[in-house]
């Protein structure tokens, strides 16, 4: 389904933080959408396969992050075997989220150069370099990635991020934009945080391109606070932001839930980073889980807006025994969880739980804040939950003096 029409319903200023909050309707061929909310990953929809019971997904918009890695981009564009078979997974994923009004897959060139697993000697530059490097790869990519939505059904179609020149940034952007209107398609545009020009780049989609909506590759805000200060140019525009892997919680910030403070910088739409398997990490090493494999199992708290390790917080077992005491499978998983130390199939069926209930928990979460912008009082919202103030208070104090002359005391 296409994105037909946005528009700015509300802007409230009432908590008095960096930036205003707004809501914004996003109409699809389907329906309407408001922001701010979450949205499902096809992660979460793959976990909710692994818990024995039904429970719903309902989430309007999904979106599914491949991150293509060095082998895996290299396949993609040297074998025949491996396009057929990364097109299958995004037909399942899109069959899995049949339901949703919004569907986007995101094909994302990594920027961690291939090593030798033994001595750690780079073998090949990162897929990102090469893009940049390489002017005909870098054409079949982009074919590549707009034949594979094509294939799999999906529209629009998201055209991934690559770090170029600014100037040749927007060449390669009119081409493909050029391209897709004469397809009658819609592209969807990311930007990384952390690029150079990002400023122009929005600017660029903005108003030459005139995006309905721009994705955004998620970076924490205390190290990307300029990028931030970009976005707040557009809080009374018809445009809207969607951040992808966002990070599941803040350490940094006693683990509230990252994407719970991030309607307070500027963007709209949520999607949650997918985690890095036990046996594998970006730099090949063989992952370990904890001694106590209970404080790995983390569930989200909407009262607090955090995200803390079942160990330290089992209460949170109380109150969902409560809430899904009708469903025997659930209760059954909820009463017996300390077994999860030991047996791997319960281990990996709360796990799995875990996560699809944050999904839903925490989109129900982003519904009451959207109710308090509409009435002009985030305010009161930020005075409920004290972890949130908390952090919007540090991250305001360690803002830069450019931006912090933005702000006034929240309480």
Avoid at 276 to 290: C, E, L, N, V, W
Avoid at 291 to 299: E, M, V
Avoid at 313 to 334: G, K, M, N, P, Y
Avoid at 390 to 402: I, M, Y
């Amino acid at each position: 389904m296409t994105i037909t029409d946005v528009r700015v319903k509300t802007i409230d200023d009432s908590a008095h933080y960096l930036y205003p909050n707004r809501t914004i309707e996003i109409k699809t061929s389907g329906r309407s959408i408001l922001t701010p909310m979450r949205a499902a990953t096809s992660y979460e929809y793959h976990e909710k396969a692994k818990v024995p019971t039904d429970i719903p997904i309902n989430n309007p918009i999904v979106i599914d992050v491949e991150k293509l890695d060095s082998s895996r981009f290299e396949k993609l564009l040297t074998t025949n075997h491996y396009f057929g078979k990364l097109m299958r997974k995004l037909d399942l994923n899109n069959r899995l989220a049949q339901h949703a009004d919004l569907r986007l897959t995101l094909l994302q060139p990594t920027v961690t150069p291939k090593k030798d697993v033994k001595t750690g000697a780079k073998l090949q530059d990162s897929p990102m370099n090469i893009l940049k490097q390489d002017h005909a790869l870098r054409e079949k990519f982009i074919r590549f990635i707009i034949r594979l939505h094509q294939e799999a059904g999906l529209s629009p179609i998201t055209i991934p991020f690559v770090e170029l020149p600014f100037h040749t940034f927007q060449e390669v952007v009119r081409q493909i934009n050029r391209s897709l209107e004469r397809l009658n398609e819609q592209p969807v545009f990311f930007v990384d945080l952390n690029y150079t020009n990002f400023e122009q780049a929005i600017d660029f989609l903005a108003n030459e391109i005139q995006s309905k909506m721009i994705g955004l590759i998620f970076r924490r805000f205390r190290q990307y606070p300029l990028s931030y200060d970009t976005l707040s140019k557009y809080v009374d525009k018809d445009i809207a932001f969607l951040a992808a892997q966002v990070y599941r919680y803040d350490p940094y910030y006693d683990d509230i839930s990252a994407m719970h403070y991030l309607p307070f910088f500027g963007n709209d739409i949520y999607a949650v980073e997918i985690p890095t398997p036990f046996s594998s990490s970006a730099k090949g090493d063989h992952i370990r889980p904890p001694q106590d494999r209970l404080k790995y199992i983390r569930f989200y708290d909407e009262k607090s807006l955090q995200v803390s390790p079942l160990a330290s917080r089992e209460s949170v077992i109380d109150r969902l025994a409560s809430e899904f005491r009708s469903d025997a499978i659930i209760s059954s998983i909820l009463q017996h969880y300390r077994e999860a130390r030991t047996d791997d199939s319960k281990y990996k069926v709360l796990n799995a739980f875990s996560k699809v209930n944050e999904l839903n928990t925490s989109s129900l979460e982003f519904e009451r804040l959207q109710n308090y912008i509409k009435q002009s009082s985030t305010k009161e919202y930020v005075e409920e939950k004290k972890v949130l103030q908390d952090t919007l208070n540090k991250v305001r104090q360690e803002a830069p003096n450019s931006l912090s002359s933005k702000q006034t005391r929240l309480a």
